[in-house]
C-alpha cells in the first residue's frame, strides 16, 4: 500500500506562483514514475504533467509547457510542481498518482497507469 499527501496548493492572484509537493510512503519510492493531475469543477479529471522512476525523462500538458515543472527528489521521496505565471484556469483541485508499473520505460502516463492517488490539494487562482 502507498500512501500519499499533497500539499502547498491554496489561493493566490493570477500571475502569482505555487509549489505543490507530494510526499509519498509505503513502497519504494525511486522505482517508480510520478504524475500531476487536475479536476477542476464540472470538468473531468486532466494530465498535467509526469515525471520518469529516474527523473530523466518529464511529460507536461500543452496547457502548462513553460509554466509548470514536474521534478523529483528521491532522497524524500516527494515529488513536486512548480507553477508559475497562474491563471485563473488552472483553478482545480490538484492529484498525484504512483504509477502501477516500477522501471517503466514507456511514454503511456495517463490516468490509467498508476495504481494510487493522493486526496488532493485545492488551488484557486484569483483574476
Known amino acids: 500500500q502507498v500512501q500519499l499527501v499533497e500539499s502547498g496548493g491554496g489561493l493566490v492572484q493570477a500571475g502569482a506562483s505555487l509549489r505543490l509537493s507530494c510526499a509519498a510512503s509505503g513502497r519504494t519510492f525511486s522505482s517508480y514514475g510520478m504524475g500531476w493531475f487536475r479536476q477542476a469543477p464540472g470538468k473531468e479529471r486532466e494530465f498535467v504533467a509526469a515525471?520518469?522512476?529516474?527523473?530523466?525523462?518529464?511529460f507536461h500538458a500543452d496547457s502548462v509547457k513553460g509554466r509548470f515543472t514536474i521534478s523529483r527528489d528521491n532522497a524524500k521521496s516527494t515529488v513536486y510542481l512548480q507553477m508559475n505565471s497562474l491563471k485563473p484556469e488552472d483553478t482545480a483541485v490538484y492529484y498525484c498518482?504512483?504509477?502501477?508499473?516500477?522501471?517503466?520505460?514507456?511514454?503511456?502516463?495517463?490516468?490509467?497507469?498508476?495504481?494510487?492517488w493522493g486526496q488532493g490539494t485545492q488551488v484557486t487562482v484569483s483574476s
Open positions: 498518482a504512483f504509477h502501477a508499473e516500477p522501471y517503466y520505460s514507456g511514454s503511456d502516463y495517463g490516468q490509467h497507469s498508476y495504481a494510487y
Open positions: 515525471i520518469s522512476w529516474s527523473g530523466g525523462r518529464v
